[in-house]
């Protein structure tokens, strides 16, 4: 399953259209989908009209920009509107038993853009330790450590503290375009038939992490929270130079990279 998924919909910045994400979706062989729209989530008979068409199990969510980052929220009402403070949209979470993934988290990190370090004064300095005592990951349930959209480093970070945390990291391509569906995906140990048994199924940590080679090959990461970080990243740089050269002619956006 692809954990995180724009589509023009709902995102300004993705121009991948619902018949695009289809085809992509069967190309590398997904069962499913997380549409986590910047903007309003899909109405609920577009969703189930296009899970009739795919054949494909497909949530929607939302990606919500607020004061402590982004965080791609599972199992929240679709009416709620107008939330930036990430302890307020805690607290909904909660009240609605939905689920809350922190996405990118060391995205442009140590620059002035990275959104939860970018204003300390050298951030580069801090051990992952003193990384994972930003207040914003005793909020979330889990963190998002393989975004394609993200480096090496960026990914490794973010695996690192949620070592720390012991919290359940997860996998979302962060597409916004065809090329970029399945890139990085979260492959679970037990079918999933609804939003409600996604979320069960992520809070129980059932199952593993994996990254599309461009040989179409899924690579597992060797991560597991709680649990060992044995084998780095497991992010294929070779890959990452791939990706930047096909998004970049797909994309006409310069800015779309610093928004998503």
Not at 154 to 163: M, P, S
Request: net charge negative; glycine share 8%; proline share 4%.
């Amino acid at each position: 399953m692809d954990m995180h998924i724009h589509t023009s919909i709902g995102s300004p910045d993705s121009n991948l259209t619902p018949p695009r994400l289809l085809e992509a979706a069967h190309w590398v062989g997904l069962d499913g989908l997380v549409i986590a729209e910047h903007g309003d989530p899909w109405a609920s008979e577009r969703l189930e009209r296009f899970r009739q068409e795919s054949g494909l199990f497909v949530c929607s969510g939302r990606e919500w920009e607020t004061d402590f980052g982004h965080i791609v929220v599972l199992g929240l009402d679709s009416e709620v509107q107008g939330i930036e403070r990430a302890d307020e949209l805690h607290s909904l979470a909660r009240a609605q038993g939905a689920f809350m993934i922190l996405v990118h988290p060391f995205r442009f990190f140590p620059s002035h853009s990275n959104r939860l370090f970018g204003r300390q004064y050298d951030p580069s300095s801090l051990t992952a330790t003193e990384l994972a005592q930003h207040p914003v990951f005793e909020l979330v349930d889990a963190i998002e450590v393989l975004n394609y959209a993200c480096t090496q480093k960026e990914n490794q970070l973010a695996q690192e503290a949620a070592q720390v945390l012991g919290k359940q990291g997860v996998a979302g391509s962060d597409a916004h375009t065809y090329t970029e569906v399945g890139r990085c995906v979260t492959i679970f140990q037990r079918a999933v038939g609804s939003e409600r048994e996604l979320i069960e199924e992520l809070r129980a940590g059932r199952y593993h992490l994996a990254q599309r080679r461009p040989s179409g090959e899924y690579v597992s990461l060797a991560f597991a929270a709680p649990g060992d970080l044995s084998a780095g990243s497991g992010y294929d740089q070779a890959d990452r130079h791939h990706k930047q050269g096909s998004s970049q002619k797909a994309d006409d956006n310069p800015c779309r990279q610093a928004t998503r």
